[in-house]
Structures are given as structure tokens and as C-alpha cells.
């Protein structure tokens, strides 16, 4: 059975930090995708980040700066490093990961940006 796990989600003031991590199993991370979406309510779920079984990376425009996405696969562990963070970064954030027809999605770890 597949199982991605977050945790580091949390409440911080604007300009702070928190580190996003994703522990994954039941499956070969190394061979997979991985990605962190946010979701804020009444609002459709959306990519920040990802970074491919190879290690090429993309960023959302709106974190690009900020964030940096890394992985580890000996640990079989995902991160997302966020920094600057802005109060419309407030969101659920999904870990994900992906090969072929495979995706999965973790259950999500609140992050609340406020003073």
C-alpha cells in the first residue's frame, strides 16, 4: 500500500519560514516524480513545485525565489523549504508523487501565514 506522509505544516508570521517534508512508501521514490501542490479555500488545488525521478525542477511563478523543493531518496523523503512566505501562501499543501499512470497524493498538512 502506497503512503505519502507530511508533516512541518504549521502557523507563521509573513517573512518567516517553514520546511515541508514528504515521507513516502510502498513504492521506489527514486524512480518517481515528485511534486507540492497548495490548495486555499474556494480556490482549485495548484502546483508549486516539482522535481522529476532526474532532479529537473520546476516552480510556480509565484514562489519562484522562495521556495526550493529537494529530495532524498536514500530516506525515501521529500522536502519543500519555504521562505519569505507571504499571507497568500496560507493553504493546504499536498505532497505528490508520480510515474506513468501512478500519482499519488498525500493528506495534506495546513500552512496558516499570519501576524
Known amino acids: 500500500q502506497v503512503q505519502l506522509v507530511e508533516s512541518g505544516g504549521g502557523l507563521v508570521q509573513p517573512g518567516g519560514s517553514l520546511r515541508l517534508s514528504c515521507v513516502a512508501s510502498?513504492?521506489?521514490?527514486?524512480?518517481?516524480?515528485m511534486g507540492w501542490y497548495h490548495q486555499a479555500p474556494g480556490k482549485e488545488r495548484e502546483q508549486v513545485a516539482s522535481?522529476?525521478?532526474?532532479?529537473?525542477?520546476y516552480y510556480a511563478d509565484s514562489v519562484k525565489g522562495r521556495f526550493t523543493i529537494s529530495r532524498d531518496n536514500f530516506r525515501r523523503q521529500g522536502n519543500l523549504q519555504m521562505n519569505s512566505l507571504k499571507p497568500e501562501d496560507t493553504a493546504v499543501y499536498y505532497c505528490?508523487?508520480?510515474?506513468?499512470?501512478?500519482?499519488?497524493w498525500g493528506q495534506g498538512t495546513q500552512v496558516t501565514v499570519s501576524s
Open positions: 505528490n508523487t508520480y510515474m506513468g499512470r501512478n500519482d499519488y
Open positions: 510502498g513504492i521506489i521514490f527514486s524512480d518517481y516524480g
Open positions: 522535481m522529476s525521478s532526474g532532479g529537473n525542477t
